[in-house]
């Protein structure tokens, strides 16, 4: 594990001078972020799907190329989960020494493994239909401290660029709470329903 470490800090160093921590919050300077430090995670893709979607509850991006099309790492980092998980299908998260989770989800394959140290622009995963999607594409999500974040605050979807700016990201965990609450919502929406049947 103290391996897994210091490899990690040694290939991900170049992220850790651009970000912040400062209480509750987080700040990265992606204007710091080198071009050889980030990779659009699906190039060739468009936007199907925004993030909060029509139900407001879309928690990433969805984008589209073609099926089994190569997913790439955003960031450095380490791969912290493989495996299908949920309507995720199968889902990969890897934590990037800048404070971000990334999630890549739906894929008909994942390429990598819990505890793999995966550069930016390797291929991690092929684009598929697994989970609860109605295509095949990729279901691309930003994190910090589980809380996650509109992925627009960091690339612009149309040019496949990171955006040039400054991000600061609150760590509370209001969105978890508040993802429990809805799920408590519809388990009781659904028992009603089951009710008066």
């Not at 992606?30 to 509850?57: H, Q, T």
């Not at 190329?65 to 990969?92: H, K, L, R, W």
């Not at 799920?183 to 049947?197: D, E, G, I, P």
């Amino acid at each position: 594990m103290r391996r897994h470490l210091v490899l990690l800090f040694l290939v991900c160093l170049p992220l850790f001078s651009f970000a912040a921590e400062k209480g509750s919050q987080l700040t990265i300077d992606f204007s710091k972020v080198p071009d050889n430090a980030w990779c659009y995670p699906l190039p060739g893709a468009k936007v199907i799907s925004p993030y909060g979607g029509k139900r407001r509850n879309h928690s990433g991006v969805d984008i589209k190329t073609v099926p089994n099309d190569p997913i790439y790492a955003v960031f450095d980092g380490e791969v912290t989960m493989s495996q299908v998980y949920y309507g995720y299908g199968n889902c990969i998260v890897i934590k990037h020494p800048n404070g971000l989770e990334t999630l890549y989800s739906h894929n008909a394959k994942n390429l990598v493994k819990v505890g793999d140290i995966v550069k930016c622009g390797q291929k991690i995963a092929l684009t598929g239909r697994t989970g609860r999607a109605t295509t095949e594409h990729l279901h691309f999500e930003i994190r910090v401290n589980g809380r996650h974040y509109n992925p627009d605050m960091i690339f612009d979807h149309k040019t496949h660029q990171l955006r040039k700016t400054k991000v600061t990201f609150s760590k509370g965990t209001s969105a978890s709470k508040s993802t429990k609450r809805t799920a408590k919502k519809r388990q009781n929406k659904t028992k009603k329903s089951r009710r008066r049947k």
